[in-house]
C-alpha cells in the first residue's frame, strides 16, 4: 500500500509561513494635492464641480497604490469645508449629490466624516490635507492608473501612505489564498514542465508570480506592437468590431499601413471608418459577423485576407464563437481579443448568444481565452485593463504562467477602484458588501470542481435565456 506510506518531509511544509502572500493583501493610500499636478487631473476624467460647491472646495487625489506591484490608481477627491454647512447646504444634501459636473464622466459620490471615520486608518488619510477637520469628501467615480510604475509625483508627495488592508481581505477568512491558488491555476495551465512538486512553495509562487507580471501587465495593448512587430506592418489583418478603427488595440498596426478586412455592424462608425482608413488593400463592411459565416465571408473577400497575421475580435458577444471560426481557416501569428471577467479563473466562460438580455454576459473570460488560444499554438504575451495580445510564441514556463496570472489577479481580481475601496473601508459587516463581490471571491478560493455546479445553477437561475459555454 505504497499510497499510505508517511512522507518524512510533509510537516515542513505545512508549517511554512506565507509572507509574500500576506503582502498582496497590503494597500497604501494618501491624499495628495491635485493642484501641484495639473497633468495627473487630465488623465482622471476632469475635474469639474458646480460653481456653488467650488468655493468651499479644494481639490485633491485619492491614490491607491499596490506596494507589491508598485502601481497606483488615482481619483478625485474633493473636500468640502465646513463654511458650505453655514451657508445653508446640508449633510443631507450632499448625501444626494452624485455628480461633480455636468456630464456622465462626473459621476461621484459624497462621503460624510462620521461615514469615514468608521476606519480610523481612513479618517487619518483624509486629516492630513484637512487639519481643522472637514465635513466630507466627494469622491470620483472615475479613476486613473498608469503602468509600469506610480507615477513619481504621486508617490513623492511629502504625506506618507498609510497602509491599509486590502478591502477584499475580509472575505478571505483563510490564509494563504493566493499561494493556493496560483498552486492551482498551474494545475489547470497544462505546461509540460508542471508537476505537483515543482514548484511547491506556495511563498515561492506568489514572489516568482508577481515578480514576472511587469512582463506582461502593460498600461494599453497598442504598445505593445514596437516590440511584438519591429519590423513591417502585417499584410494583412481582420478585425471583427473594428468601430471607426481610432482606437483599437491594433491601430499602430494601422497607422504604419496594414490592409485587411475590418467589420461592424454600425452603419455610422463604418462611414467614419471608410472616410479615413480607405485604402486599396483595406476592405471596410458594414456587416454582422456571425460564427456560421464566417467561412463564406473569408471567401467573398479573399484576396483581402490572404496570409492573414494579425486577429481582432471585439463584439461584446460571441467573441468566442467567432475567433474560434477565424482560427479554423487562419493561421495568424498575434491575436487580441478582449477579455471579460464575467467568471475568474479557471472557469472557463464564453457566451454563445447575439442576445445578452443586458446583463454584461457577453464575450469570453481569461480562462477561456488561454485554452482556445494554446490548442492553436498562440500564447499571451501583453495583458491591459481590456484586451489581451496572445501570440505565436514559445509555450509558457512556469514562471511565464505565473506572471500572466499575477497580471490577470492586478488588472481583473485585486482591482478595486477607489470609490470600490471607499465603499467597501466604510462599510462595517460583510452582508453590505455587494453579493457579486462576494459570491466571486467564494468562487475563486474554492476548488473548483466543488462549486462549478453552483456557478451553473447560479447563471441559469439568473437568465435562463442566454446561452454560455461554461467549463473548467
Ligand atoms: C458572399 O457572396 C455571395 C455572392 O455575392 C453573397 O450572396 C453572400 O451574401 C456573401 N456572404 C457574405 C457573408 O458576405
Ligand atoms: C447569483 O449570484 C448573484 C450575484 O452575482 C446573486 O445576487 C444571486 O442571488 C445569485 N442567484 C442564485 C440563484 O444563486
Same mark, same amino acid.
Given at each position: ?18 509572507? %509574500? ?9 494618501? &491624499?495628495?494635492?491635485?493642484? !501641484? ?19 468651499? $472646495? %479644494? ?11 508598485? #502601481?497606483?490608481?488615482? /481619483?478625485?477627491?474633493?473636500? =468640502? ?9 446640508? =449633510?443631507?444634501?450632499?448625501? #444626494? ?6 456630464? @456622465? ?17 481612513? !479618517? ?8 481643522? *477637520? ?26 506618507? @501612505? ?29 505546461? !509540460? ?21 511587469? !512582463? ?21 489583418? =481582420? ?14 498596426? &494601422? ?22 482608413? $480607405? ?22 473577400? $479573399? $484576396? ?15 467573441? *468566442?464563437?467567432?475567433?474560434?471560426? &477565424? ?16 467568471? +475568474? @479563473? ?6 454563445? #448568444?447575439?442576445? #445578452?438580455?443586458?446583463? +454584461? ?16 499554438? &498562440? ?46 473601508? /466604510? ?9 457579486? /463581490? ?29 446561452? @454560455?459555454?461554461?467549463?473548467?
Amino acid at each position: 500500500m505504497l499510497w499510505a506510506e508517511r512522507l518524512p518531509w510533509l510537516p515542513l511544509l505545512v508549517t511554512v509561513h506565507c509572507f %509574500a502572500d500576506e503582502q498582496l493583501w497590503e494597500l497604501h493610500a494618501k &491624499l495628495v494635492d491635485a493642484q !501641484d499636478y495639473p497633468k495627473l487631473t487630465e488623465k482622471v476624467y476632469p475635474y469639474l464641480i458646480t460653481p456653488s460647491l467650488r468655493a468651499f $472646495s %479644494a481639490h485633491f487625489f485619492l491614490v491607491l497604490r499596490e506596494p507589491h506591484f508598485n #502601481t497606483c490608481r488615482w /481619483t478625485n477627491a474633493i473636500r =468640502i469645508t465646513e463654511d458650505i454647512v453655514e451657508l445653508g447646504f446640508s =449633510i443631507d444634501m450632499l448625501r #444626494t449629490v452624485n455628480r461633480c459636473g455636468p456630464g @456622465f464622466d462626473h459621476l461621484c459620490k459624497f462621503y460624510d466624516e462620521p461615514l469615514i471615520r468608521r476606519s480610523p486608518k481612513l !479618517d487619518a488619510v483624509f486629516r492630513s490635507k484637512a487639519p481643522n *477637520g472637514y465635513v466630507g469628501f466627494l469622491i470620483g467615480r472615475y479613476w486613473a492608473e498608469e503602468e509600469p510604475l506610480c507615477p513619481h509625483q504621486l508617490q513623492s508627495d511629502e504625506d506618507p @501612505f498609510i497602509v491599509m488592508q486590502h478591502p477584499f481581505r475580509r472575505l478571505h477568512p483563510k490564509p494563504d489564498v493566493w499561494g493556493e491558488w496560483l498552486s492551482r491555476s498551474l494545475q489547470y495551465a497544462g505546461l !509540460d514542465e508542471w508537476n505537483p512538486g515543482n514548484p511547491g512553495n506556495p511563498d515561492e509562487i506568489v514572489k516568482m508570480a508577481v515578480q514576472a507580471a511587469p !512582463d506582461v501587465c502593460i498600461h494599453s495593448v497598442q504598445d505593445a506592437w514596437s516590440a511584438l512587430w519591429p519590423q513591417a506592418p502585417p499584410k494583412s489583418m =481582420i478585425v471583427l468590431g473594428c468601430s471607426d478603427m481610432n482606437h483599437d488595440p491594433t491601430s499602430p498596426l &494601422l497607422e504604419k499601413g496594414a490592409g485587411g478586412l475590418f467589420i461592424d455592424v454600425s452603419s455610422k462608425l463604418i462611414e467614419n471608418a471608410q472616410r479615413k482608413w $480607405s485604402a486599396p488593400h483595406r476592405m471596410i463592411l458594414n456587416i454582422k459577423a456571425q460564427p456560421h459565416n464566417i467561412a463564406e465571408l473569408l471567401k467573398n473577400y $479573399s $484576396s483581402y485576407v490572404e496570409d492573414v497575421e494579425v486577429l481582432q475580435v471585439d463584439v461584446d458577444t460571441m467573441d *468566442g464563437r467567432l475567433v474560434e471560426e &477565424l482560427l479554423a481557416h487562419t493561421k495568424p501569428r498575434a491575436v487580441v481579443v478582449e477579455v471579460r471577467d464575467s467568471l +475568474p @479563473f479557471p472557469f472557463r466562460y464564453a457566451c454563445l #448568444t447575439h442576445d #445578452t438580455k443586458h446583463l +454584461p454576459w457577453g464575450g469570453a473570460n481569461f480562462a477561456f481565452w488561454l485554452h482556445l488560444l494554446r490548442r492553436h499554438g &498562440l500564447h499571451l504575451v501583453r495583458m491591459d485593463l481590456r484586451d489581451a495580445v496572445f501570440a505565436r510564441t514559445e509555450a509558457p514556463t512556469i514562471r511565464t504562467f505565473l506572471g500572466a496570472m499575477a497580471c490577470y489577479l492586478r488588472k481583473f481580481v485585486l482591482v478595486p477602484t477607489p470609490l470600490q475601496a471607499m465603499e467597501l473601508w /466604510t462599510r462595517k459587516t460583510l452582508r453590505e458588501i455587494d453579493r457579486k /463581490t462576494v459570491l466571486r471571491h467564494h468562487w475563486i478560493a474554492s476548488h473548483p470542481p466543488d462549486v462549478i455546479e453552483e456557478i451553473w445553477r447560479n447563471m441559469t437561475t439568473t437568465s435562463p435565456d442566454v446561452r @454560455f459555454h461554461l467549463d473548467v
